[in-house]
T-cell receptor
Framework: SQQGEEDPQALSIQEGENATMNCSYK?????LQWYRQNSGRGLVHLIL?????REKHSGRLRVTLDTSKKSSSLLITASRAADTASYFC??????????FGTGTQLKVEL | DAGVIQSPRHEVTEMGQEVTLRCKPI?????LFWYRQTMMRGLELLIY????????DSGMPEDRFSAKMPNASFSTLKIQPSEPRDSAVYFC?????????????FGPGTRLLVL
């Protein structure tokens, strides 16, 4: 099964700035999800975008999906120190099996 | 809701010993997933169950690994015998059939160290 690849691998920004991370994949998908993982914890679901959707918002999160380019982006606006975590994209090609990407480590500094 | 519960949270054992990891999914969820996370390989799906039946175990690395789900509220992942390369964080996740079935809810993980 395919795996998404996140870019960049690591990102360091100042509190209040926006953070953008990208996910690219290779084959068709049913939907794409973003998860967050705080250090030493389990993953937490953030947002799901279906293949027929182009953009989705949830609070300070904005996700876009471009199926022609096989890529998605996650934008976190007005970042906070508490947003420091690893962010993963996860792909669903069918059924309820997810394939996770390699993750982007975000550090938000005060 | 208590969320997905995993035990133990930490396990240190010696090579050759049997290790059993436990998971209680969220009540009402009918899909359960076991993942392994390492720095080198990232997050890997080992096996998943629908309605207590194993659907895909292609991620189980070797015969030393086995998983069971005797009922809807309990699953185990067993490693016998354990090896140092099995050291990782093992996560259990569950999801609900229906419109939200793609969203998975993760437990806190079991950090396994095999010496």
């Amino acid at each position: 099964s395919q795996q998404g690849e996140e870019d960049p691998q690591a990102l360091s920004i100042q509190e209040g700035e926006n953070a953008t991370m990208n996910c690219s994949y290779k084959t068709s998908i049913n939907n794409l999800q973003w998860y967050r993982q705080n250090s030493g914890r389990g993953l937490v679901h953030l947002i799901l975008i279906r293949s027929n959707e182009r953009e989705k918002h949830s609070g300070r999160l904005r996700v876009t999906l471009d199926t022609s380019k096989k890529s998605s982006s996650l934008l976190i606006t007005a970042s906070r120190a508490a947003d420091t975590a690893s962010y993963f994209c996860a792909l669903t090609g069918g059924g309820n099996k997810l394939t996770f990407g390699t993750g982007t480590q975000l550090k938000v500094e005060l | 809701d208590a969320g997905v519960i995993q035990s133990p949270r930490h396990e240190v054992t010696e090579m050759g010993q049997e290790v059993t990891l436990r998971c209680k999914p969220i009540s009402g969820h009918n899909s359960l997933f076991w993942y392994r996370q390492t720095m080198m390989r990232g997050l890997e799906l080992l096996i998943y169950f629908n309605n207590n039946v194993p659907i895909d175990d292609s991620g189980m690395p070797e015969d030393r690994f086995s998983a069971k789900m005797p009922n809807a509220s309990f699953s185990t992942l067993k490693i016998q015998p354990s090896e140092p390369r099995d050291s990782a964080v093992y996560f259990c996740a569950s999801s609900l059939r229906g419109a939200s079935r793609e969203t998975q809810y993760f437990g806190p993980g079991t950090r396994l160290l095999v010496l």
